[in-house]
């Protein structure tokens, strides 16, 4: 069986078709409009099922209890996980103020609903420190190109006309 989607395994987030058996993934395959043998293969989706399946894929929270050893975890219910994010949250707001808490991603795509909601949260709880790494990677490109252009700009080919003005081809 096949199915449309978009990848989340970086954040391009392109457009799949994946393929199921027995509802387990199998395989996946960018959608483009260029014939097969132009494509580039992304190497992720070339090993997809092996990362969706891995035995080290963490599936649950892993709480690091106060004095266990660095990287002895034990694994907790969702509710506790986050009754323990939400104790830390409180405690530093009332005892450091909520500026003493930033939100980190990871993630080069400081934009789309997963930003949104991190950003949402962090100003509900008074905070204005939402950080991501696209201030040092292609987003702010990509910014000021929009804020100055309009959009994205990219070089014309060499057989492009070039206008002066007033509709004159140089």
């Not at 500026?99 to 709880?125: I, K, P, T």
Request: hydrophobic fraction near 40%; glycine fraction near 8%.
């Amino acid at each position: 069986m096949e199915q449309h989607t978009v990848c989340r395994l970086c954040s391009a987030c392109c457009p799949l078709i994946v393929k199921l058996e027995d509802g387990r993934l199998v395989g996946a395959e960018r959608k483009s409009f260029l014939p097969r043998e132009k494509r580039i293969q992304c190497p992720k989706l070339k090993v997809a099922p092996e990362i969706v399946y891995a035995p080290e894929r963490v599936l649950k929270p892993l709480i690091r209890d106060q004095g266990a050893l660095p990287g002895d975890f034990r694994e907790a219910s969702w509710d506790e996980a986050l009754d323990l994010v939400a104790g830390k949250f409180v405690h530093f707001k009332r005892t450091y103020g909520p500026e003493s808490v930033a939100w980190l991603r990871g993630m080069a795509a400081d934009w789309g609903a997963q930003w949104d909601y991190a950003n949402r949260l962090m100003n509900l709880f008074g905070s204005p420190n939402t950080i991501g790494n696209g201030s040092v990677c292609h987003v702010a490109r990509d910014m000021a190109h929009v804020y100055t252009y309009g959009a994205m700009t990219l070089p014309l080919p060499k057989t492009a006309p070039v206008y002066r003005g007033m509709g004159e081809e140089r």
